[in-house]
């Protein structure tokens, strides 16, 4: 009996590609931009005018945010082959975890559970774990792209049972923890995206693709700006041998 394996995304024909069921020059080209392509390639569905919005908004938050080590390791990494641009992208994205990219799958699986939020906050610091979503390195006492995500959802209608919760867990972190801690753009987006129907999948799927864009930027400017081989001596002389 022949094993058929089928694949939903797309198929290259001599005379066409076909998209998602569209035909990729003739209907899709022109019509859709590329945050609304990326919707159909990823869930199979065009977005809503609100799901295109909000994801346009949430990767436009999170492209870029200075010389972080997955730049920095980007960077180094053009430097030593000049010629590996793809091999440089693949360096930061690897170094881009949840320390650094955000913890928005997992803010997702907090928003998505059932327990209650003071209940939460209190298991969590009890076991001397962090709150997924809150607190940051640098910005407080607020991180202001979380504010805007989280006030544009507001202006625009979509805020729901996830937008309540993420708001609740605030609550609940600045009183086991004794202060306030900032929610990260990490929860907001978390909050958003599921209150507009996306799966936990596709929310941690939008920082990838958005920090791609940041690391193609600075592999940009390290062609004109060369930083690489002058990070890797500060490295070397910020740290002593022992």
Same mark, same amino acid.
Not at 25 to 31: H, I, L, N, S, T
Not at 77 to 84: F, I, K, Q
């Given at each position: 009996?022949?094993?058929?394996?089928?694949?939903?995304?797309?198929?290259?024909?001599?005379d066409?590609?076909?998209v998602?069921?569209?035909? $990729?020059? +003739?209907?899709?080209?022109?019509? /859709?931009?590329? #945050?609304?392509?990326?919707?159909?390639l @990823?869930?199979? *569905? %065009?977005?809503?005018?609100?799901?295109?919005?909000?994801?346009?908004?949430?990767?436009?938050?999170?492209?870029?945010?200075?010389?972080?080590?997955?730049?920095?390791?980007a960077?180094m990494?053009?430097?030593?082959?000049?010629?590996?641009v793809?091999?440089?992208?693949?360096?930061? $994205?690897? +170094?881009?975890?949840?320390?650094? /990219?955000?913890? #928005?799958s997992?803010?997702?699986?907090? @928003?998505?559970? *059932? %327990?209650?939020?003071?209940?939460?906050?209190?298991?969590?610091?009890?076991?001397?774990?962090?709150?997924?979503?809150?607190?940051?390195?640098?910005?407080?006492?607020?991180?202001?792209?979380?504010?805007?995500i989280?006030?544009?959802?507001?202006?625009?209608?979509?805020?729901?049972?996830?937008?309540?919760?993420?708001?609740?867990?605030?609550?609940?972190?600045?009183?086991?923890w004794?202060?306030?801690?900032?929610?990260?753009?990490?929860?907001?987006?978390?909050?958003?995206?599921?209150?507009?129907?996306?799966?936990?999948?596709?929310v941690?799927?939008?920082?990838?693709?958005?920090?791609?864009?940041?690391?193609?930027?600075?592999?940009?400017?390290?062609?004109?700006e060369?930083?690489?081989l002058?990070?890797?001596?500060?490295?070397?002389?910020?740290?002593?041998?022992?």
């Open positions: 009996m022949h094993d058929e394996r089928r694949t939903h995304i797309a198929k290259a024909y001599a066409r590609v076909e998602r069921g569209r035909d $990729l020059a +003739g209907d899709v080209m022109g019509r /859709l931009t590329f #945050t609304e392509y990326f919707h159909l @990823l869930t199979g *569905d %065009e977005p809503t005018e609100e799901q295109r919005f909000f994801l346009d908004l949430v990767l436009v938050a999170i492209a870029e945010h200075g010389l972080m080590p997955s730049n920095v390791a960077r990494t053009l430097a030593a082959d000049p010629s590996s793809q091999g440089a992208v693949a360096a930061g $994205l690897l +170094g881009a975890g949840p320390v650094l /990219l955000g913890t #928005t997992q803010c997702a699986r907090v @928003l998505e559970a *059932d %327990e209650d939020p003071l209940q939460l906050a209190r298991a969590t610091h009890g076991a001397g774990d962090k709150m997924p979503g809150f607190g940051h390195p640098v910005h407080g006492p607020i991180d202001p792209r979380a504010e805007r989280l006030e544009l959802a507001d202006v625009h209608g979509v805020s729901g049972r996830n937008v309540a919760r993420a708001r609740a867990l605030r609550d609940a972190v600045a009183e086991v004794d202060k306030p801690l900032p929610m990260n753009v990490a929860m907001a987006i978390a909050a958003v995206m599921l209150d507009l129907g996306f799966s936990i999948d596709a941690a799927a939008v920082p990838i693709l958005a920090r791609t864009a940041g690391l193609l930027a600075h592999l940009a400017e390290e062609r004109e060369a930083l690489g002058f990070l890797g001596r500060v490295a070397e002389d910020a740290v002593e041998y022992d």
